[in-house]
């Protein structure tokens, strides 16, 4: 099914009839603005009904016999995401956000992103309390630097990571020391993980038709 959606229009609002495991991931659209940005834009495959529902339920799957008391989802894609998720199990949903928009108490964890910029991540302080399950989401993990500072901030105030949800976590030294410790979930299918490491997917050639792309091939 991915091949198949490689050749085709890439017309965002179609649903296919036919609707192979992580089909939606060929709507997602590679970075043409340089290297200052992501490598490519998950939130494409948003703006389709079915793309989207179908990417929760996946993310789902390992943690619906689970415990969990509450969703958290890190600023800002992650807010897309968590709360998405957290509407259909029937929880709460927490925001983690980024140094300087909340107006209440806070704990703060400097981070390193994606990017290699440096920034604080906090965290209200009325919420989590010791022994609550939270699965925390975003919408990707790249070098984990932002993932491992809202683990920190939950796990500092004594809450138990129950999981962590991502469309993509990538094979880094980051990835792999957050998939080594926690129960995780994500959509890529083993057999494209590589083309993720890469930061290069077979289906950008169907964008590639229509615009250049510009490779950020960036940790």
Same mark, same amino acid.
């Given at each position: 099914?991915?091949?198949? /959606?490689?050749?085709?229009? &890439?017309?965002?609002?179609?649903?296919?009839?036919?609707?192979? %495991?992580?089909?939606?991931?060929?709507? &997602?659209?590679?970075?043409?603005?340089?290297? $200052?940005?992501?490598?490519?834009?998950?939130? #494409?495959?948003?703006?389709?009904?079915?793309?989207? @529902?179908? =990417?929760?339920?996946?993310?789902?799957? *390992?943690?619906?016999?689970?415990?969990?008391?509450? !969703?958290?989802?890190?600023?800002?894609?992650?807010?897309?995401?968590?709360?998405?998720?957290?509407?259909?199990?029937? @929880?709460?949903?927490?925001?983690? #956000? %980024?140094?300087?928009?909340?107006?209440?108490?806070?704990?703060? %964890?400097?981070?390193?992103?994606? +990017?290699? $910029?440096?920034?604080?991540?906090?965290? #209200?302080?009325? !919420?989590?309390? *010791?022994?609550?399950?939270?699965?925390?989401?975003?919408?990707?993990?790249?070098?984990?630097?932002?993932?491992?500072?809202?683990?920190?901030?939950?796990?500092?105030?004594?809450?138990?990571?129950?999981?962590?949800?991502?469309?993509?976590?990538?094979? +880094?030294?980051?990835?792999?020391?957050? @998939?080594?410790?926690?129960? =995780?979930?994500?959509? !890529?299918?083993?057999?494209?993980? *590589? /083309?993720?490491?890469?930061?290069?997917?077979?289906?950008?050639?169907?964008?590639? $038709?229509?615009? *250049?792309? !510009? /490779?950020? @091939?960036?940790?």
């Amino acid at each position: 099914m991915w091949h198949n /959606q490689q050749s085709g229009s &890439m017309e965002v609002l179609t649903i296919p009839q036919e609707r192979g %495991k992580s089909w939606y991931l060929a709507l &997602m659209a590679p970075n043409v603005k340089g290297p $200052r940005y992501a490598w490519l834009d998950p939130s #494409r495959l948003y703006c389709n009904q079915q793309a989207f @529902k179908d =990417c929760i339920e996946d993310l789902l799957q *390992p943690f619906l016999n689970d415990t969990i008391d509450i !969703v958290a989802g890190i600023d800002a894609m992650g807010f897309i995401l968590g709360a998405a998720i957290a509407h259909r199990l029937g @929880k709460g949903f927490l925001t983690i #956000r %980024k140094e300087g928009h909340s107006c209440i108490e806070t704990k703060s %964890k400097p981070y390193s992103d994606y +990017t290699g $910029r440096q920034k604080i991540m906090e965290m #209200r302080t009325d !919420v989590v309390k *010791p022994g609550l399950r939270i699965l925390l989401v975003d919408q990707w993990i790249e070098t984990g630097g932002t993932m491992e500072a809202a683990i920190a901030l939950i796990e500092e105030q004594g809450g138990t990571i129950a999981g962590i949800a991502a469309i993509c976590i990538e094979e +880094t030294e980051g990835g792999k020391r957050i @998939k080594a410790k926690y129960k =995780c979930s994500n959509c !890529v299918p083993s057999h494209l993980q *590589p /083309q993720f490491n890469n930061k290069y997917l077979e289906t950008f050639k169907a964008f590639e $038709r229509k615009n *250049p792309v !510009v /490779q950020n @091939k960036s940790e």
